[in-house]
């Protein structure tokens, strides 16, 4: 040990950091300490590349064949109407993106600049981690973040590599041995690397700096996740709806044109071949009928286009956003709100996650296999305080209180706060005792002691069971009495306590220090130290599985600890009954592990290697993947996932990578996410119905309109107004709609599941069909035109007919907005809602009193109003037998 010291006190000396020439010539040659970071989009770039969106491209389609064909018509206001929502709609989700990345960096902002002490040109220096080079000679203690991958060649550390490695446990490092390593990369498993990310618990030592920036373990793990992922969900709907609604259109539009040339060429001709003759002879009379019937067609794409769906889209994902940060979840990139909802697998940590993330003393056991709580008063004299003793003053920790009252413990490793925490209600009891020597924790020997003095006159001694049991000749009773100890039955209760994951730690009374004579104890107790379960965990994970989501947990512990807390957690049972090691995980094929992976609970001993690798395999059988994470290490598979979870208290490479935030690193806030973001699915889905339903009328109206003697049903303006409803006020109503918990007992939708599935389809043609053919009822049947005035221009029927279009829109809007019976259902829910159906009602009802030449309205009676408005009601009952229909009819398409 004396020529260990003097080594590295001769090393020590002979270390004197780098010149300041040494140190350019270091950046130039391996570069600063920083990594490469993709460059970040301007509010500009990120604008012109949400145009990208399927539906904006449809609609940009729509707006220059607008701008082509339509200007010289004078129809101005559709194509203004489609510029504003496009810009509308790719601002709002520019801005929503930009919201979201500027509550990130606040997040991470660190509040202070870290400086760094390294040894150059004979003497020691402060510089920041960038100024670092590799060669320089870094002084490390306790509490530093290492900046850049070491070497350590003095001291002793214990580091906590849990970001780098997943495991909880600190790791031990030495100084290196013999000649310098012949390669400078540097791996978690060498005991004397010291990576950069990875935090010192306890120990001092100087370190040379042997890789900086992107060649840093970090650096290798933060360009994987520069790496671009796959499409979201939401956008391959999208694209598939895009697709849909472009085809429609089209065949739509050839419908309109070819219905317009049969009208002008034969039945304006009276069915006359010689008349149709004669008017196809016309080349003038013909290509302007064909002119004609192409703009008629376009017209139709034009009015097809549901504009307001990029808009709406974005207004529910910001709004929503909003929402979730109050939640515990903070959205930093918006469609990964709508995959929450269809996720149907979940890879997640347990430390932290399931568990509380930190030790505690679950309870004590003494030598005759009493179980004493830790939470007890506190006591005077008896085995408690034996205990307090050794907590308070055999560790490393010491008791600081918090601004609330609140005590903890900081300094030193896990275990060591966890037992000073469990002796801090007896901190004031113990002023008068003094520490007269402290032997810290040898990782070696795998022991502390420490001899008082003062009012306590003892020697504690804390350590691994095996390295003290074979000392222990007497053991002390709950009220402090000495008795005969069992050496067999004890060591049963820890062998039951270990094999379930728990971790123990013997704390003894002894007549010497270590090393001043053989060592006689009298055994106070083991401390039963484990991560608590979150009180939450086993319900998080019972509503995950009724969602139809799939729960594995993966953990770097052995495979006993894993099962047992996957089996408190619910995650092990039924079809899903297998457990298993990295190592078995990697001699399993990828066809293999797809075919196993949902009989899979558990993945114990894991590797970083092996998180991406299930993402893959998962993700290759078509499943929409989620990943929780909060190190360093799980950053490639949070980024490779469809949807990744970062916690809130991880480190920041993993909450770049991660999709969602979950500030509150609680399996219950996921949970809350998938709820958001099958409700924010249905949404879309209820306003599509609504725009469809009604853009199906207005083309309906448009085609069969100059058939029956009216050319323009609805004036330009008329429908700018019906746009507005149908777009920015209908997308700001649906947006708000509530989530309610019957939407977790649903199936996850398919990655590729079409947004416009049967059950919308029906309703579309259903109530667009009756509204067209309600809308052409009342122009024409004269059971319903007796009802209003007469006058040459008809404008009373016009004006009740804008009126019914309106309030029969309005109707939709309840009926889209719920697949129940009861079309009130969850309405208190969503206020927003009823004040812009109201608002709209009213409105509507000043356009029919002042709209004037405008509007082309005119004053309606009071029983004219009323008798459009009972006709407009008609929506509901056709809706409510609908619905019945298919409930009667057993159908599994009956819900959104």
Known sequence: MVAEKKRQIARDEEVRGLSSAEVEASRLKY????????????????????????????????????????????????????????????????????????????????????????????????????????????????????????????????????????????????????????SPALEPSLSYALLGGCVIVSGEGVARVAVVGDSTFLGGISSEIQMQTRESPLRIRLTKLAATISKLGYIAAALVAF?????????????????????????????????????????????????????????????????????????????????????????????????EGKLTVKEYILGDGTLVSPLGKVQKSGIMRLFALSGIFNTSSVLTREKKGRVTAFGGNMTDRALTESASPYFPEFERVEVLRRMPFDSDKKISAVRLGGAEKRVLIKGAPERLLPFVRACYLEDGRKATFNLVRFERHISSITSSGGRVVLIAESDSMPGEGKMSLTLIGAAHLSDRIRKEAADSVSRLQSAGVHVVMVTGDNIETARSIAEQCGLIGGDVDICITSSELAKLGDVKLRSLLPRIGVVARALPSDKSRLVRVAQEAEMVVGMTG??????????????????????????EAGDIIILDNNLSSIAKAVLYGRGIFKNIRKFITLQLTMNLC??????????????????????????????????????????????????????????????????????????????????????????????????????????????????????????????????????????????????????????????RTAPLTFPELRATLVLALSVFPVDFLRKTILRLLGSKNRSY
Request: overall charge neutral; hydrophobic content about 50%.
């Open 259 to 355: 219905a317009y040339l049969i009208n002008s060429f034969i039945l304006d001709s009276g069915l006359h071949p010689a008349l149709i003759l004669m008017k196809l002879g016309d080349v003038h009379y013909l290509f302007s009928k064909l002119l004609h019937a192409f703009t008629l067609g376009l017209t139709v794409i034009v009015v097809a286009v549901p504009e307001g769906l990029p808009m709406m889209i974005a207004v529910v994902l910001s709004a929503n956003i909003k929402r979730m940060t109050k939640d515990n979840v903070l959205v930093r990139k918006p469609v990964g709100i709508e995959a929450a909802g269809s996720m149907n697998i979940l890879f997640t940590d347990k430390t932290g996650t399931l568990t």
């Open 630 to 655: 909060d190190g360093i290490n799980d950053a490639p598979a949070l980024k490779r996932a469809d949807i990744g979870f970062a916690m809130g208290n991880g480190t920041q490479v993993a909450k």
């Open 698 to 855: 207005a083309v309906g109206i448009s085609m069969i309109g100059p058939f029956i003697g009216f050319d323009a049903p609805v004036t330009v303006v008329q429908m700018l107004w019906i746009n507005i409803i149908m777009d920015t006020l209908g997308g700001l109503a649906f947006a708000g709609e509530h989530a309610p918990e019957e939407y977790m007992k649903e199936k996850p939708k398919k990655r590729d599941e079409a947004i416009l599935n049967r059950y919308m389809a029906g309703e579309i043609l259903t109530m667009g069909g009756f509204t067209v053919a309600l809308c052409l009822a009342f122009l024409k049947l004269p059971a319903i035109t007796r009802f209003f005035r007469y006058d040459s221009e008809n404008i009373y029927l016009l004006t009740a007919f804008f009126a019914l279009f309106i309030f029969s829109s309005v109707f939709n809007c309840f009926c889209a907005r719920t697949d129940s019976l009861n079309i009130f259902r969850w309405l208190s829910k969503n206020k927003v809602f009823i004040f812009i159906m109201l608002l709209i009602t009213v409105i509507q009802v000043v356009f029919i009193y002042l709209g004037g030449s405008v509007l």
């Open 31 to 182: 570069g600063e300490n920083r990594m490469s970071k993709r460059k970040s989009r301007t509010f500009i770039g990120a604008f012109l590349s949400n145009l990208g969106d399927p539906v904006i491209k449809v609609l940009l389609g729509a707006l220059i064949i607008n701008i082509l064909f339509l200007f010289s018509s004078g129809d101005i206001y559709e194509t203004v109407g489609i510029g504003i929502s496009v810009f509308l709609a790719t601002f709002i989700s520019t801005l929503s993106e930009y919201g979201s990345e500027a509550a990130f960096e606040k997040l991470n902002e660190s509040g202070e600049d870290v400086k760094y002490r390294v040894r150059r040109d004979g003497c020691i220096k402060e510089i920041t981690p960038e100024e670092i080079v590799v060669g320089d000679i870094l002084l490390l203690s306790a509490g530093e973040k290492i900046p850049a991958d070491c070497i350590l060649i003095t001291g002793e550390l214990d580091v906590d590599q849990s970001a780098m490695t997943g495991e909880g446990k600190e790791v031990h490092k030495r100084p290196f041995v013999g000649s310098e390593p012949t």
